[in-house]
C-alpha cells in the first residue's frame, strides 16, 4: 500500500478525520428524519422544527471546518507520498549502469502522475469511503435492520460488475504505459534530431513518426479511459436499479402498511444512498487502483532498493595492474579484445590507441568496475578489484569527449554539490584553466543547458576542474579533445598531462605528435582479421 511511505501520524490523523466527515452523513440523515416526523405529526410544532434546522445548521458550520483540516491533512499526505517516491526512484535510476533517460524521464513524470492520481488519492478516499459505508450501514441497521438487508443484498450486483471489468482495466493500463514510454522516446528523438531533419528535408517523415507513437499513445489512453468509463457507467447503473429503485419500492410497501414512519423510510434513503454511493465509489476506486498495478510494480524496486555508500577510502596509490584482460560481450558473444596487459604507476601518463570500434570506452568501463571481463584480472595497490564498481571507481575521475554539463551555476558543475572550501574550488578551477572565466563571471555564472553559455573547451575545464576537486590518483580520459580544434587539443592536453599528481591514461583514436610526446607511455591497440582476436603493439615514449 502506496500510504506506508507518508507518516504514520498523518494516516491516523486523516482517518480521525475521515471518520468524522462520514459522521456528517449521520448526523444530516438522523437530523432529516427528526425534521420530518416533527413535520408530519400534525401538531404544528412549528418552534421546535426551526430549533432543529438552527441545530442543523450550527452543525454543517461545523462538520465544514473540520472537512477543511481533511482537504489540508489529504493534500500533505499525498505530498509525502509522492517526494518518497520520486526520492526513492530517483536514487534507483541513478545507480543503474544501463540507464534508458527517455524511460526514465517518462516514469518520473506521466507514471508517477499516474500512480499519484490513480493510487495514492484513490486509497485515501477508500479509507474516507469505507468509514461512510460502515457507519451509515450501522446506523441504518440500527433504525430498520429489514430495509438494510434489502440495501444490502442489492450491493451484489455492482460488485459483480466490478469483479467483471477489473482485469480489462489492468490490460487496458499495461498497454497504455507501454505505449506512452514509446511516445516520449519518440518526441524526444524528434526534439533532438530536428537539426538533422530540416538539414535533409526530412522534417515531414520525423513528426509524422512522432505523430504515430502519439496516435498510439492517444488510441492507448483513450481505451483505458473508455473502458474504465464503461465500467463505472455499469456500475451506477446497477447500483440505481438493484440498491435504488428496488429497495424504495419494497420500503413504500411497508410503509403503507404502517411498518415504517415516513421520516424513516426517508432518511433510511438518504442512508442507503450514502452506504450505497461509497461501495459504488470504492469500486471505481478499487479498479483506478488496478490501473497502476504495471506502474507499481515498476517503482516497487526502487522503493526496496538499498543504496549503497559512495565513499570508500581508497588511502594511497601505488599503481594499478591489468593482466590479460579480455571481454565478450554478452548478447552477441564476440570477444572485443583479449591479453590486454598495462601497467600504471602513480603519476604516470599513458595514451591508448586503436581506431573507431576497438572497445576503447568498454576497456575503460572494465577498468571503472561497470564491465566484468571474461578473463584477467585488474589490480589497485595489489588488491583485486575486476567487477568491482563499489571498489574501483573512487579511484577514478572521468573526462569524456562530451562532458554533461547541468542547467545550474559554474559553481555546481564543478563541485556536483559537494561541501569543499572556497580555497580548494579556486585550487581546482586554477590548475584546469578556469582563471579566466571565473574572472569575467564569477563561480556562480549559470552555465545554460547543455553548456550553452560555454565555449566548448570552457566545458573540457570544467570536466577537468571535477576530476582535480575530486582529488582520485586516476584520471580516465575518454576521446576527451577529439571534438577540439588543435589549438585547443593541445592546450587541455598540456592542462592534463602536467599535472604531476595525478596518473593519467588516455583513449584516443587521433593524436597530434606533439600530444604523444607528452606521454610517459604509448599503448597502440590495434584489431587482427579474425574478429574473435586481438593483439596489441606495446610503444614505449619517455618524455
Known sequence: ????YARKSQVMLFTLLSAIKACNVL?????????LNIASSGKGDYMRLVGFAALTAGGQLLFMCSNFLYETTK???????????????LRYLVDQNTLDTKDGLSFMTNDLKQIETNRVTAQLDIIYQSLTFAGSLLFAFYNS??????????????????????????KKAKVWTEKNAIYTQYVSDTLNGAQSARLYNVRSNVVTRAIGAAQGMEDALRNMTLTQAWALELIYSSAELFCFIIPCTIGGILMMRGRLAVGTLVMMVDLAINFITPVVTLFNEFNQVKSTVPMWQRTQKALNYVQQADIYEVGGFNGMIIKNLAYVTRHSKRQIFKDVNITVKPGEKILLMAPSGWGKTTLLRLMLGIYKPSQGKIM????????????????????????????????????????VSEDQLLMACHEAGLDSLIAENGLDYQVGENGNNLSGGQIQRVEIARALLSGRPILLADEATSALDPRLSLEIHETLLGNPKIAVVEVAHKITDIE???????????????KNAAEREILQATK
Not at 81 to 89: E, H, Q
Not at 148 to 161: G, H, K, Q, S, Y
Open 1 to 4: 500500500m502506496s500510504l506506508k
Open 145 to 170: 435492520w429489514e430495509m438494510t438487508l434489502v440495501f444490502i443484498v442489492a450491493t451484489i450486483a455492482p460488485a459483480i460488475v466490478q469483479m467483471l471489468t477489473s482485469r480489462i482495466i489492468t
Open 27 to 35: 448526523f444530516v440523515a438522523y437530523m432529516l428524519k427528526v425534521m
Open 75 to 89: 493534500m500533505n499526505i499525498i505530498r509525502s507520498v509522492n517526494m518518497a517516491l520520486k526520492s526513492a526512484n
Open 516 to 530: 604523444k610526446a607528452m606521454f610517459d607511455q604509448i599503448i597502440v591497440l590495434d584489431k587482427v582479421k579474425d
Open 380 to 419: 589497485i595497490n595489489g588488491e583485486d578489484v575486476t567487477g568491482n564498481w563499489y571498489k574501483a571507481h573512487n579511484f577514478y575521475s572521468y573526462v569524456n569527449q562530451k562532458p554533461f554539463m547541468f542547467n545550474d551555476t559554474l559553481r555546481f558543475n564543478v563541485t556536483l554539490g559537494r561541501k
